[in-house]
């Protein structure tokens, strides 16, 4: 499994994240939608943690800054 997610994606993804956590525990958004969310948030932290989005690959999207070597 090789990285697809720069530091950038990374954060902003923890940050929805942070922000749907926020507004479920004081009660803005509930019920289905809001578990629906959790389950999102949960996701992208997931995919932040190990730097890899499933999705970007049959996208072929790369957001990772890799150093290529010189040949």
Known sequence: MRK???SS???IRVLVATVI???YY???ITGTLGIVLLVFAGVFVLTS???FCPLYVPF???TCN???GIK
């Open 4 to 6: 697809n997610m720069g």
């Open 49 to 51: 943690l190990v730097s």
């Open 21 to 23: 956590a926020v507004l």
């Open 66 to 68: 890799v150093k290529k």
């Open 9 to 11: 994606d990374r954060a």
């Open 60 to 62: 072929r999207i790369n």
């Open 26 to 28: 004081n009660h803005t």
